[in-house]
Structures are given as C-alpha cells and as structure tokens.
C-alpha cells in the first residue's frame, strides 16, 4: 500500500508540475491544514532538497513566514560543506521576531556551519529614508551578499493576508484589492496573472535577480494558498516547489 501511495504521490506530483510548468514539484503526503506534522514533513523534505543541492562556496538567502521558520527548524545538520554564507532575503516585515528572515538566516547557518549576515532595517520607512540606508556601509554589504547567492529560499503568502500581518496601511490594502492581488512572495505582491503589483517598503531581494539565481526553492502549503501559489508560477517558471497533497488537489482544480 506504501508503494501505491508514493506511486500515486508521484503522478500527481507530475500533474501538478505539467500544470504550472515548473522545474519540479515535491510534494508530501496529506493536508497541513489540519495537521502540522505536515508542515515539518515539508520541512524535512526541503532539508533533504537544499542538502543535495549544496555545494562548498555557497551563498543561501532565506526568506520569512512560518514555513521557513519550520524548515530551519527541521533542517539536518550538515557538517560536510564548506564555506556557505546565509543572508536573509529582506530586512524586517514587521513580522514577529520568530518568524522574521534574520531569525531564520541565523538558525539555517548555525545548522549550516556556515557564516551569517544580517540586514538590521525597520519596515515601512519612507521611500527616501531607505534609499539613504542603501547606502550605509554595513547594509550594502548584506545587500551585495543577497546579489551573489546561488540559493533562495522562500514561502508564498495570499497577499490579503500576508498584507495584514504586516501591518499595511488601509490606503494600501485598498490599492491590492483594486489590484487584484493574490499573492505575496520574496517581498512583492502579484496579480493572479503573477504580475508584480506592488513591494513592500523594505531592502533585500530585487524580484528580477530570482532569474540569475540558480536554485530557486519554494515551501508553501494551504488549500488556501493554491490561488496564491499558481498566481507566483506564473511570474517565474525555473524553481522546486515543495507542497502537500491537498494543496496540489486545489491547485490542479484551478483554471
Ligand atoms: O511570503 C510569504 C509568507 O512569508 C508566507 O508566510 O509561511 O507564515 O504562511 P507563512
């Protein structure tokens, strides 16, 4: 019976990769929504995709949410590889500390035996402010770091909700809505066409330097969050997916 499962994880796993036309799908057995054993089992698998994918000299980026949060949680220790470099992919979301990049940078490179920078800077500054903290020495350095990574790292969010948690202001929010926007991801929110709509006033990642990134890993799971995820596939195409059963049922339902 085990074997009819991973042969039918597998196939729909296929289905669900034709679908978003992505470079792989991995997916886990059940529905995290109601269960958050899932959640870790996701975790683990991601562990086991960014162990394989590791090499000597790496530069990771990792994003915030709880999702990330659990896959530093769940990583494996990994004593062979060399000389890695962790950044986080944003400054603050005005996220709670747990769930914040840096926390989670910090926890990946200590699994990592690797090296850690950090981007100490507030969210939802004005434009003007964070162009001049650009320039401040130490958080060019990280954001040269972030330009040069081999890996990312990161979680997809519905952006109403995600929106939310982060304390967006009520003129914003109403601009998302009037936008269409479905999801949020690496600090950007997306139309469902995966069309970037708006980012958040925050330093780190550029979306357009995903393309030069050369392991692109995605962890998101939800009923809720198949619109959200597939409107992301449709921004960008070369990256793994790691999701659940019942995620991947919801997203192959959508058209
Ligand atoms: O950008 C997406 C969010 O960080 C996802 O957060 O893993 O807590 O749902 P979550």
């Not at 669900?16 to 036309?21: D, R």
């Not at 005005?94 to 910090?106: D, F, Y």
């Amino acid at each position: 019976e085990l074997i009819y499962n991973m042969k039918g994880l597998k196939d729909l796993g296929n289905q669900l990769k034709e679908k978003m036309g992505i470079r792989e799908v991995s997916l886990v057995e059940g529905d995290s929504d109601d269960d958050d054993i899932i959640v870790k089992d996701m975790g683990k698998k991601a562990s086991l995709i960014i162990n394989s994918l590791l090499e000597d000299d790496m530069k990771i980026g990792i994003m915030g949410g709880t999702t990330m949060a659990c896959v530093a949680d769940e990583m494996e220790y990994n004593r062979k590889v060399r000389n890695i470099m962790v950044v986080p992919g944003r400054g603050g979301l005005g996220e709670k500390l747990e769930i914040q990049s840096n926390t989670i940078a910090a926890k990946l490179a200590q699994k990592l035996n690797a090296e850690y920078k950090l981007l100490h800077v507030p969210d939802n500054i004005q434009p003007e402010l964070l162009e001049a903290l650009r320039e401040n020495p130490q958080i060019k350095s990280v954001l040269d770091e972030i330009k040069k990574i081999d890996m990312i790292v990161f979680g997809v969010g519905t952006a109403m909700e995600m929106a939310e948690r982060r304390g967006m202001s009520e003129l914003k929010k109403d601009e998302l809505k009037l936008k269409n926007a479905s999801a949020e991801a690496l600090g950007y929110y997306f139309d469902s066409n995966g069309i970037p709509i708006m980012h958040t006033d925050s330093v780190g990642i550029d979306l357009k330097d995903i393309n030069s990134i050369k392991h692109v890993i995605c962890i998101a799971s939800g009923k809720n969050k198949a619109e959200a995820i597939y409107a992301f596939s449709k921004y960008y195409k070369d990256y793994i997916l790691v999701t659940d059963e019942e995620t991947a049922k919801e997203i192959l339902k959508l058209n």
